[in-house]
């Protein structure tokens, strides 16, 4: 059984800063594309960023400039460093990861909330 552990949510003030981290469960695990979205009440879940094995990165229009996605393969560990935030990026954040074993799977995370608020 595989799960992805986010932390480092909370509340911070308009431009403040805040880093989330998703842990694997396991360490022995390749996992390809890694992924984090976020939903904020009354909206649909939305793609934020994500990390392809190779290191390249795509981010939604509203956040590019402000959040950084990054991974450390070593630790089998997903980061989202988040900078200049606003009232906007309030939401529950998840992690999402792809592995191949064998057969695609697919995981999430139970999420964390980030609150931006003054």
């Known amino acids: 059984q595989v799960q992805l552990v986010e932390s480092g949510g909370g509340l911070v003030q308009p431009g403040g800063s805040l880093r989330l981290s998703c842990a694997a469960s396991r360490s022995s695990l390749t996992f390809t594309t890694m992924r984090w979205y976020r939903q904020a009440p009354g909206k649909q879940r939305e793609l934020v960023a994500l990390?392809?094995?190779?290191?390249?990165?795509t981010y939604v229009d509203s956040v590019k400039g402000r959040f950084t996605i990054s991974r450390d393969n070593a630790k089998n560990t997903l980061y989202l460093q988040m900078n200049s935030l606003k009232s906007e990026d309030t939401a529950v954040y998840y992690c999402n990861a792809d592995l191949w074993d064998g057969v695609w799977r697919n995981y999430w995370g139970q999420g964390t909330q980030v609150t931006v608020s003054s």
């Open positions: 990390i392809r094995t190779d290191g390249t990165t």
